[in-house]
């Protein structure tokens, strides 16, 4: 397997604008997380999925941010509008029950 | 709320020395992660501890957990250059949701 694969790695975007960021797990795995990752707060989890369905959410800063999971091999976190304090590095982890997480290489996003 | 507490939050030492870093939280947790993070990657595991007073070994590398299952220490014994980079623990619940420390980071020079 590839890994879990992130898109885009870098991202530069306006305010104001949507940004969406990219997951694809590693196949097989049933959990799926998000996390936020800043010098000043550490790694922050958003959202965590388990076989596709939402279970935990109270991370997500605000409305402004939404995550989907529509199939096992895909999930999104959306970003509408963007702000410049949403500048961070996005990671996306997965798991299969409660064995090692497997993290990509993160989404840097900057919004100016 | 779940927390956990990392100290020291910076360490910068010389090649040879021993080092300690400490993992704190007041929740319980099933198990405790520790991963390490190079610059533009994602954390890696390093060990996962699940019962309380465990101690696991892994080269240079000592990891325990506290016997209530609220805590964790990471020693390293003589440190080496490559030993270099930000140092985090996880707790996981019994929902499997995992929650990261704030992280140290550690420098050691040659």
């Known amino acids: 397997d590839a890994g879990v694969i992130q898109s885009p790695r870098h991202e530069v975007t306006e305010m104001g604008q949507e940004v969406t960021l990219r997951c694809k797990p590693i196949s097989g795995h049933d959990y799926l997380f998000w996390y936020r990752q800043t010098m000043m707060r550490g790694l922050e989890l958003l959202i965590y999925f388990n076989n596709n369905v939402p279970i935990d959410d109270s991370g997500m800063p605000e409305d402004r941010f939404s995550a989907k999971m529509p199939n096992a091999s895909f999930s999104t976190l959306k970003i509408q509008p963007s702000e410049p304090r949403d500048s961070a590095v996005y990671f996306c982890?997965?798991?299969?029950?409660?064995?090692?997480?497997?993290f990509g290489q993160g989404t840097r996003l900057t919004v100016v | 709320t779940q927390l956990l507490e990392q100290s020291p939050q910076f360490l910068s030492i010389q090649e040879g020395e021993n080092l300690t870093v400490y993992c704190n939280s007041s929740s319980v947790f099933s198990s405790l992660q520790w991963y390490r993070q190079e610059p533009g990657e994602g954390p890696v595991l390093l060990v996962t501890?699940?019962?309380?007073?465990e101690v696991k070994k892994l080269k240079r590398l000592t990891f325990q957990f506290g016997d209530a299952r609220k805590d964790s220490s990471l020693h390293i014994t003589a440190a080496q250059p490559g030993d270099t980079g930000l140092y985090l623990c996880?707790?996981?619940?019994?929902?499997?949701?995992?929650?990261f420390g704030s992280g140290t980071r550690l420098l050691v020079r040659p």
């Open positions: 982890a997965s798991t299969w029950g409660n064995t090692e997480a497997f």
């Open positions: 996880a707790g996981e619940d019994s929902s499997y949701k995992l929650i």
């Open positions: 501890v699940v019962t309380g007073g």
